[in-house]
T-cell receptor
Framework: DAGITQSPRHKVTETGTPVTLRCHQT?????MYWYRQDPGHGLRLIHY???????DKGEVSDGYSVSRSKTEDFLLTLESATSSQTSVYFC?????????????FGPGTRLTVL | QKEVEQNSGPLSVPEGAIASLNCTYS??????FFWYRQYSGKSPELIMS??SNGDKEDGRFTAQLNKASQYVSLLIRDSQPSDSATYLC???????????WGAGTKLIIKP
């Protein structure tokens, strides 16, 4: 898994509650990404980071925010979870010796919003 | 809208045969192309990257790139049941480092 962990791995929460997912890497890669994966939609980019405190929106960023205070950690927050945010969330990293484009994925977090 | 298109499948191939997976992309300036394998319930795993026109071989896998026709393919020789998975094609977005993803092709290798 290229030294990438995600926590929690599974979470069930209720509509309206805040949720924070954590991605931690030990590879010192510059770029980090949050994706969601849903049947029929493939991988969709939520937010990404190109350095500490440097983040930007992806194609499905509404309802999500991110923070990156250290190279190794990238947090994804759902301020008020909705049922439409039930999904599998993957963190990815890139920017190592294999180049900026090659992305390596964490194990994923399965989130269910009731 | 930049797109990466893949046949969703499932593609069923007998064990020992060659599996051929195809992908087309819309962004003419893309320079980096990737194939990922994803087993059910697992995360995507990078198996091949290709940057130049032609073929690139790695064990039983061969990636083929044709920039003029804007397609990239993955051949799996001597297919094994363990190759059964969804294969995702990804292409970099223009001169950007972000990737555009296809929805994936489900491959089933029948013993």
């Amino acid at each position: 898994d290229a030294g990438i962990t995600q926590s929690p791995r599974h979470k069930v929460t209720e509509t309206g509650t805040p949720v924070t997912l954590r991605c931690h890497q030990t590879e010192n890669h510059r770029y980090m990404y949050w994706y969601r994966q849903d049947p029929g939609h493939g991988l969709r980019l939520i937010h990404y980071s190109y350095g500490v405190k440097d983040t930007d929106k992806g194609e499905v960023s509404d309802g999500y925010s991110v923070s990156r205070s250290k190279t190794e950690d990238f947090l994804l927050t759902l301020e008020s979870a909705t049922s439409s945010q039930t999904s599998v969330y993957f963190c990815a990293i890139s920017g190592g010796t294999s180049g900026v484009n090659e992305q390596f994925f964490g194990p994923g977090t399965r989130l269910t919003v009731l | 809208q930049k797109e990466v298109e893949q046949n969703s499948g499932p593609l069923s191939v007998p064990e020992g045969a060659i599996a051929s997976l195809n992908c087309t992309y819309s962004d003419r300036v893309s320079q980096s192309f990737f194939w990922y394998r994803q087993y059910s319930g697992k995360s995507p795993e990078l198996i091949m990257s290709i940057y130049s026109n032609g073929d690139k071989e790695d064990g039983r896998f061969t990636a083929q790139l044709n920039k003029a026709s804007q397609y990239v393919s993955l051949l799996i020789r001597d297919s094994q049941p363990s190759d059964s998975a969804t294969y995702l094609c990804a292409v970099n977005e223009g001169s950007n480092y972000q990737l555009i993803w296809g929805a994936g092709t489900k491959l089933i290798i029948k013993p």
